[in-house]
Each structure stands twice: as C-alpha cells, then as structure tokens.
C-alpha cells in the first residue's frame, strides 16, 4: 500500500471514530434527558450554566427567581426556577431576554433574602458567548453534552437516582401562608429609593412588560438571624410598591426542612421540591 493510500485510510478511519463518538454523544445525551436524569458537572459553574441554558424549556404559571437558595428549588412543569447565584432576581431577567416568555397573568416569586445584592456580573458574562445561546439545543455542543458532563451524569445517575424535579406533589395538608402584615413597616426615604431604583424598575418591567403579577417571598435559613436587615429593607419596599410578602425564615420551615449548609436547602430532597410547591401555591393565591 502506498503512503498516499495508507494516509487516506487513516483519515476515513479517523472520521469514522469521531462520527461514532458523535453519534454514541448525542445518543447519551438523549436518553439522560428523556429520562430526565440530572445533568451534573466537576465545574460548579457548569452546574449552574447547565439550568440557565436550558431557560427556554421553563414552563408554568409561576416562576420563584433569585439567587443560588433560589437555584436549589430546581424547576418543575408548573413552576418555573430562575437561580442565579449571588445574585438579585434582576439577573434571571437578563437571562430571560430573548429565550423565554411566560404568559400574561403569571405570577413572579421575587426571593427577597439576596433582594439588594445586584448581578452577579461573571455569571452573565458567560450567558452573552454567542455560543451559550447558538448550542443551547444541541446534542454534541450544549454544556451539558460536554463528554465529562455526559459521563459525571451517567455515573451520578446510576450511584444516586434522584426523585424527578417534575414529580407533582400533594401539598393540601399543608396550611396556606398568609402574606406578613407590613402596615407597621416604615416607607423607604428618597436616597433608599434611589439606591432601589433597579429593583424598582426590574419589578415594573415584570408588572408592565411581562404583565405579571409579584410576590416578595422569604426563604429560610438556618440561622434564625440570617437576612434579618435585607427582609426589613424589602418589607419597606414591599409598602412602598404594594406588594404581599410571605416569610418562610421560621423555625417551621428550619424544622421540617433539610440544608446543605447555613443558607442552601438540599436540593436532592422530595421536602425541598415540595416546598418549592407550597411557595408557588401560596404566592398565587396572594400575588397582586
């Protein structure tokens, strides 16, 4: 065989071990998501890069937005989950441009407990590569279809089986959650109004814009302390705006509920997707 024939045959043998590894790729990543398994990563910020991307999928009549204590509820049908960490709800609606819209009447959870905190700039960096949006429906290209994405998964998915994040979850013996009594609250002054000028806009952006209705929500730590002065300030806002606020920073919740750490509820238990329902049904039953 001569040099020039043996170099083509190595280049079609090459090409036939990339078209398998693609098709062996996209395959995987096919059957992780239709059983809905959940995509992991070694990289914390693929983790989190992984359930931004996929934001044009979120569906239902209620979206709980806020920074990572927000990003532990994980999303459902019915109830949608816009986390970003270190961050306000004001960064979820930068990620919501252009690839999701929620219909008119929807209600929006605005976690209050990192309310003031601002954007986490690094975060959305990431989210404006043209190749976060161009590859988010992707099989070969997506974050999650990373091979050491796809294989952590697959691993993760056969040592630890995860209760869906899509399980429906019966929530009727649990008492609704009144919206807190604000009345004694003072109103913000004019230099706290301008410090909250953002947040005020991003809030009007939900009611004007996006035709949807708002919730304050409060969720719980294990510090009883923990988010005492930013639940004061957007009590204040909250009178200002004329907005419900439901706190769950109780020593109910911290009973009944499992953490990872001070502020992050455990994410891989059914008590936590259960709450993430509990909050959707109370705030729309309260949302103005």
């Known amino acids: 065989m001569s040099r020039k024939s043996r170099n083509l045959w190595l280049c079609i043998c090459a090409l036939a071990v990339c078209a398998a590894c693609f098709a062996v790729q996209g395959l ?4 992780l998501e239709s059983r809905k398994a959940r995509m992991v990563s070694p990289i914390f910020l693929d983790i989190t890069m992984i359930r931004l991307q996929n934001v044009h999928k979120l569906t239902g009549d209620a979206v709980i937005m806020g920074s990572s204590m927000t990003e532990r509820l994980f ?9 970003v960490p270190s ?6 609606l930068q990620v919501m441009k252009g690839a999701v819209n929620f219909p008119p009447g929807t209600t929006y959870i605005v976690e209050i407990n990192n309310l003031f905190n601002g954007i986490y ?3 959305l960096e990431e989210t404006s590569k043209w190749s976060f949006r161009t590859f988010r429906n992707s099989k070969h290209f997506s974050i999650a279809a990373k091979p050491s994405n796809l294989l952590l998964s697959i691993a993760y998915a056969i040592a630890k089986p995860q209760i869906s994040s899509d399980q429906s979850f019966d929530i009727s013996d649990e008492a609704i959650q009144q919206p807190q009594d604000i009345s004694a609250a003072l109103l913000p002054t004019e230099n706290e109004l301008k410090e909250w000028r953002d947040i005020i806009s991003g809030i009007e952006q939900i009611q004007q814009v996006n035709k949807g209705k708002i919730c304050f929500a409060c969720l ?6 923990d988010g005492l002065e930013a ?3 957007a009590c204040k806002l909250a009178k200002h705006l004329n907005l419900p606020v439901l706190n769950y920073n109780t020593d109910y919740w911290r009973n009944k509920l499992e953490f990872t750490d001070q ?4 994410s891989a238990r059914s008590s936590t997707l259960r709450f993430r329902d509990i909050v959707a049904r109370d705030a729309r039953n309260c949302s103005k």
């Open 28 to 31: 995987t990543f096919h059957q």
């Open 75 to 83: 999303a459902s049908q019915k109830t949608a989950v816009i986390g």
């Open 87 to 92: 961050s306000s709800f004001l960064a979820g």
């Open 121 to 123: 700039e690094p975060v």
């Open 220 to 225: 719980p730590t294990l510090a009883p302390g």
């Open 231 to 233: 639940y004061n300030k």
């Open 263 to 266: 502020r992050h509820l455990n």
